[in-house]
């Protein structure tokens, strides 16, 4: 028996996401690092030996569709549950309920979405139902449950992962709801790849945002009998963009990030900030540029201001928090802030040299003497023999080498003189000499 709600009824009229929600697995794009052949989520669904999980991902990807497919599969009673519009009382009537029904022996599934809007009480009245199997919680979530939900209850969860669907997958959702009955297949809509390609870059992994995009562009399409075309101008003016100049794996999408990236190497603060509002008026995904920005911090400031990683940290998180269109000033923050701090690329070629020496030194064992020594066996072995402790010295300093002895000449790290950098390259000098008169 089953208790589907009206999220999964087929209410008329309903939104066209509404109406091509996916029913099988088979329907289902997207997500398969978990619904792929013989993936264990899949496996899981289709055997219905369903246990209490927690769907966590971005809007749109699946995360309700999911609960959709598994109450159409389950023998098990299964309950829909909206945290936004249910307390405490509704919780515990629903918990009272499925313990009658495990008295004679049905399971009871309740799907709770956005879960991570319930407070810890509310939480904690799942908590007993749960441990004793009166019911099989299913949670969707925008939100790290690691944040959002108890520790106590979140143990008793599998955590599934849900993506951003890819810009193919959306094209697929798109092509289906034009030629699916569900969708527009009885109307006579005409609309390129192109098109529908500006669709996908605007929806930004979002297959809700896709289709509710798609419908507003065919209901406001140019009519001739019985004919719609949706044109360029008819995305543009449906999601109040003037232009979405590029696709996102496509070649100007890099043109766009090396020119931001190089603007802030040049220490051109205007040219950053306008690379950077070309990228975000264009669709691009704030936290992809959050993330390139911070790689910047590190790969082109480094240690002349150590701050700049510290600045586009707090504006990646920004980005998570809150996301466009008000990030953008926390995005324009770290980029005028990287674009004027001084420039020192140290960092990155000290890894880079390392990472030459250790890939062609992979079987290169660690020093005995820097090795952990847990057991007794260890040190009769020699592990940690003749290690000395830096603290145990009024320098805070030893001669001793930590690299292999076929590198322990090497210099990866050659700090520059620029902003703060010198301060380090001074400390550095300073340890070396040290060092080499304490052999």
Known sequence: MKDQMTMFENAVPQPLAARLRPETLDEVVGQQHLLGKGKILRRIIEQDAVSSMIFWGPPGVGKTTLAGVIAGQTKAKFIDFSAVTSGIKEIREVMQQADENRRFGEKTILFVDEIHRFNKAQQDAFLPFVEK??????????????????????????????????????MTLLKRAIEDPRGFGGEKIVISDKVLGMIAVFANGDARMALSTLEMCVLNGDLEGDVTTVTEATVEQCTSRKSLLYDKGGEEHFNLISALHKSMRNSDADAAVYWLARMLEAGEDPMYVARRVTRFAAEDVGLADPRALELCVAAFNACHLIGMPECSVHLTEAVVYCSLAPKSNAMDVAYMKARTDALTTLAEPVPLHIRNAPTSLMKELGYGKGYKYAHDFEEKLTAMSCLPDSLKDRVYYEPTTQGVEGRFKERLEAIKKWKEEHK
């Open 133 to 170: 199997g009166s019911i099989i919680l299913i949670g969707a979530t925008t939100e790290n449950p690691s944040f959002e939900i108890n520790g106590a209850l979140l143990s008793r969860c599998r955590v599934f992962v849900l993506k951003a669907l890819s810009e193919s997958d959306i």
